[in-house]
């Protein structure tokens, strides 16, 4: 499998293949829709990966990128998909990364999700916990 950037200009001639991918990553949030990610996707706010082979997606992520003094940070905004969190594809994701020169990844999980991305060497620093008024 390949992990690759989407550039904002071709989401929308992938969107039906990967938007099933993003209503799955937003199951579990009411901050955003699928409509609303598209958005995202398509004015370059945010970037599409893909996870394929040559027949298909099997996965999608978005990030967003955020300039800080010390660090040009991604946070994974949606990742969804069966076995795209393997040790090729990781290290795949982190060198796209680093290519546009980022230099952190973080991203808010479940503690299922934590302890998958434990197993490829991301570190747990947070939980995010939410009262809804």
Partial sequence: MIVQFVEPTLV?????QVKPYIEKALEHTDDYNADQVKVFLVNGSWSLLVVADAEKIHGVLTVSVENGVNHRTAMITTISGKGIINKEAISQFVNLL????????QGYARDSLVRLYQRFGLEKK?????FKL
């Fill in 98 to 105: 680093k290519a546009n020169r980022i230099t952190r990844l």
């Fill in 12 to 16: 929308i001639t992938i969107w039906e």
């Fill in 126 to 130: 947070a939980n995010l916990v939410e």
